[in-house]
């Protein structure tokens, strides 16, 4: 599991608004996360290892090479170069030393899972294929000129610099540019290109699978339906991760990551606030430990949407309990239930919402942006329109075009800052600016209510069934598709 396995996770921490009932593009984010192979979410130290690649000078990424070769080499023979050619996908070479680290990095994912090794020559062409329907997918971004929005790319660099700890992207790129100058910039490109990738797989899958109300009605009415789990579990979860596998980091890392550990669970016992509880550890007992815990409070969610190993530790308890640590291969697991409920009858209450957001970026400061956000707040002050304003002034694409409406809003669809502040404001009125990870905000409530989702829900659950189970064969088919309509030369 890495990085809390947050592909079923994320979509609780996006500023920009989401069904949070399913839609299809919830349901297609889940499953181009989960068979993409990406180091964006992962967390930090895959991109980070990414990006030294990318940004190290020509020495230094031989020296890697040649260390990631001699790992591989069951596989790849000492007696081949590392700067040879093992394919040619297209026009694009694929060389030995990117086959031996991509082999290198395989075999510590496959050892830290506890799974059983393939034969190197298996593991060489799995390894080989998955880098040919990489460049092949690549080159058709490229030759489609699909670019990921900024929102996308800037919120995906939000979660990593959260879980780090860090509260803005300025924050960010001044911690790894610190480290390595220029590294900001090669995860940047990194995350660009995940993302681009996310976006192609989503395109292509969506027009591969089709799911009818009359699929919904059959589904709902067969035995399987009766396995959708009714109970939804609101969670957080911690992680204190290891700076390399357990078995190869050092007792004294050990010892720091389960005290710290012991502390995470100590601090949940009484207390649902995730974010104070990081900031608490970041600046205590965690504050010079090897690297920065991981984690927040990830929402509502089915057991079946949760990753197996923290299924089966939340379920038994009751709400409020915590777990005891649970070592994993990446870190120490600290995870509280805060509350479940029950779909089966759910009457859940909804906030009519309208925002304006102004962004913080590298271009705008943070206190540039709080001067804009405070004069547009005077505005509203002096009864200027909200929706106009935000129509004029808002950063979020999504919305701004509606005059910042964002339809009817549900608990734990938003980032905390903001649920904090809508749930607060009364109805008819608007909050004074406050700050996400995103940038300043103001929102307006425009209505209160409650709403029976219990059908929706079903439907919504039976169709993400539907889709997991059909989805992974179109992906397939595609790629099948993609491989043979290209031009691929194996080079012995």
Not at 159 to 179: F, H, I, M, P, V
Request: net charge negative; glycine share 4%.
């Amino acid at each position: 599991m890495t990085a809390l396995n947050t592909q079923h996770y994320e979509s609780q921490h996006s500023c920009s608004h989401t069904n949070a009932l399913g839609t299809s593009k919830f349901r297609l984010k889940k499953l181009t996360d989960a068979l993409l192979v990406s180091t964006v979410l992962a967390g930090l130290s895959l991109t980070a290892q990414a990006a030294d690649k990318t940004v190290g000078s020509a020495t230094t990424a031989q020296s890697t090479e040649s260390v990631e070769a001699a790992n591989a080499q069951a596989a790849i023979s000492a007696s081949e170069s590392s700067n040879g050619i093992i394919a040619l996908v297209n026009d694009t070479p694929i060389l030995k030393s990117e086959l031996a680290a991509a082999i290198a990095a395989a075999q510590t994912r496959i050892k830290a899972s506890g799974q059983p090794a393939p034969s190197p020559q298996r593991l060489q062409n799995e390894v080989l294929n998955s880098l040919i329907l990489r460049e092949l997918q690549l080159d058709m971004v490229q030759r489609a000129g699909i670019r990921p929005s900024p929102d996308a790319v800037n919120e995906s660099l939000a979660r990593l610099a959260q879980a780090q700890g860090l509260k803005s992207l300025t924050e960010l790129q001044q911690a790894l540019d610190a480290r390595q100058p220029g590294r900001y910039a090669a995860v940047r490109a990194q995350v660009i290109e995940e993302e681009s990738l996310k976006a192609l797989q989503q395109s292509q899958v969506a027009s591969r699978v089709r799911i009818t109300e009359q699929d919904v009605d059959a589904f709902l009415a067969s035995p399987e339906a009766q396995k959708l789990q009714s109970t939804e579990y609101r969670t957080i979860h911690i992680r204190i991760p290891f700076s390399d596998d357990y078995n190869r980091i050092t007792e004294s890392e050990k010892n720091a990551a389960m005290q710290i550990a012991q502390q995470t669970q100590e601090l949940l016992k009484t207390s649902n606030d995730a974010q104070a509880i990081l900031n608490q550890l970041t600046t205590g007992i965690a504050k010079n430990y090897v690297a920065p815990v991981q984690g927040g409070d990830m929402g509502y969610h089915p057991a079946a949407g949760l990753p197996t190993d923290i299924a089966k530790q939340i379920t038994p308890l009751e709400v409020g309990q915590v777990t005891a640590p649970q070592i994993t291969p990446e870190g120490i697991d600290v995870v509280k239930l805060v509350d479940k409920r029950n779909n089966d009858n759910m009457i859940i209450p909804q906030w009519k919402v309208r925002h304006i957001l102004v962004k913080t970026d590298e271009r705008n400061s943070d206190a540039l942006v709080e001067q804009r956000v405070n004069d547009l707040y005077e505005q509203l002050r002096r009864d200027a329109d909200f929706a106009s304003l935000a129509a004029t002034y808002s950063d979020d694409p999504g919305s701004a075009g509606r005059g910042g409406d964002l339809d009817w809003v549900t608990e734990g669809q938003m980032v905390p800052e903001f649920e904090e502040m809508m749930k607060r404001t009364p109805e008819g009125d608007f909050s004074t600016p406050f700050k996400s990870q995103f940038g300043w905000h103001i929102l307006k409530v425009e209505g209160v209510r409650e709403k029976d989702v219990s059908d929706t829900i079903k439907r919504n659950l039976a169709r993400e069934a539907l889709f997991q189970r059909l989805a992974p064969q179109a992906q397939e088919d595609w790629l099948q598709e993609l491989r043979a309509n290209a031009y691929v030369k194996i080079i012995n």
